[in-house]
């Protein structure tokens, strides 16, 4: 998927929301929890109620990894339904990957090839060799780590040289390098909102997918006002608010209301602040 | 696995030996492509064959992932296989995982409990939050990224802060207070071999894993003059060098060969440096 699609999806559906399939299948409601493909029926009834509201979803990898190659299965079963039937929708592998550069390759092949993500998470901290091999897939995006949601983003991200350049800052600069808009994006928390005007000084028009509204705690008002671009330029996830908003057999459709509730949020906020609407 | 077993066993094979099962189907002799757990009989011929020479196998999850559930398929055989057959061998997934603290947790419910490996390497980019539910295991370790063996390891763990502290002291520094020397070890790669002077002077007593030998070019001989300790403190990783020696049906007889060569190398230097052979 390409840039310009992304942009026509937030146009349509006025929305910039990904819904984070966080799936844990302690937390799924117990009616579903004995059926074989538990984890796919439970994405599958989610998806359908919620895709209206959506642009973009994002599985957390860790969360069908833990289940071993059972997992791997629901992981596959989802991506092939998700693209079957939802083909406007924007992918995301929230995976973190990033090795030496035979490694990352192969990575790479894993998210992009076996699996058909649009997209992937990828940690910088091995620097170029390690998130270029990301790059080679036409119409496929590398979400880089720059600030992320959590308290410990303060120990390492925050670290300034001598110049004062923050760790993310130089992450910002050093990738514009290796990629561009159209096949970059970069991760900041919606935990420090007051940071959109800094990392906007530097990746003014590139998008930025947004974790830690709702069981984090950041706010999407203030997100919007310090992060928004003419196109929009945010993708903000919600996860464990919207998908395990109910445990009983209305789950999907409280989940869809949830969803609907932070789209038309996103609507207003689309009309206030870009002239695209 | 703890520590006094990991040291047991290198004094009992005078061996630091770690190898790496980067396993690619594209790599793997003709004979075996086209059977049944390609992937898995190459490991165990690989293992039956080498294991008198290595203390750690460290399997590559980028490798297996790369072919959906059926390569989670192979990495759980071959776990099964190493801990049912070779018990005392430290096993290490090699995943460079980290993520937010319920993220890491499943990461951590993956590699420790789902799949039973002894250690799992972690990226350190995301802070104390995403590192420490990897430590709440009993006898298991992390593997903290320091200074990587590629190239890229140039980009930002060099960077020095106001004061002049480098970006992998930083982490070497601040990771003291989330673990300890029974439960925490640190990649340094020997493509740095000057680099291990100054790792030692933050960290004397803990475990490094060090890759980047053999195909990447790294020194054994200078590695270990700067990085050893009285407990030896080095586990060393080959891979390509040793699993791809050879192509034909006796390419396990010749990765023993090429792993005694390394352990030789091994005993001479542990005799050298280490008082407690």
């Not at 970069?186 to 709702?214: C, N, Q, S, W």
């Amino acid at each position: 998927m390409n840039l310009k699609k992304i942009v026509e999806q937030i146009k349509i559906k006025k929305s910039f929301l990904c819904i984070g399939l966080d799936t844990d299948i302690q937390n799924i409601p117990p009616h579903l929890k004995n059926i074989d493909s538990a984890i796919f029926e439970f994405n599958k009834q989610i998806i359908d109620a919620t895709n209206k509201f959506a642009i973009a979803y994002k599985l957390n990898i860790a969360f069908y990894e833990c289940m071993g190659y059972k997992g791997w299965v629901m992981l596959e079963k989802t991506v092939e339904y998700l693209k079957a039937n939802y083909p406007d929708i924007f992918l995301i592998a929230d995976a973190k990957r990033g090795d030496i550069g035979n490694t990352s390759k192969k990575y790479a092949q894993t998210f992009f090839e076996t699996l058909n993500f649009d997209a992937i998470t990828v940690s910088p901290y091995m620097g170029e060799d390690s998130v270029t091999p990301f790059l080679s897939y036409k119409d496929k995006f590398i979400i880089l780590l720059a600030l992320t949601s959590n308290k410990g983003s303060n120990d390492f991200q925050l670290i300034k040289d001598e110049n004062g350049v923050r760790l993310f800052e130089h992450i910002l600069k050093k990738s514009q390098n290796w990629g561009n808009k159209d096949n970059t994006m970069y991760v900041v928390g919606a935990t420090k909102p007051e940071m959109f005007k800094e990392v906007r000084k530097i990746i003014p028009d590139h998008f930025l997918l947004v974790p830690g509204i709702g069981a984090q705690g950041g706010d999407l008002g203030e997100t919007v006002k310090n992060g928004i671009n003419k196109n929009c330029g945010l993708i903000v996830n919600s996860s464990r608010a919207i998908i395990y908003a109910d445990n009983t057999n209305k789950f999907a459709e409280k989940a869809a209301f949830e969803a609907k509730k932070i789209q038309e949020e996103m609507e207003y906020y689309l009309e206030k602040y870009c002239n695209f609407m």
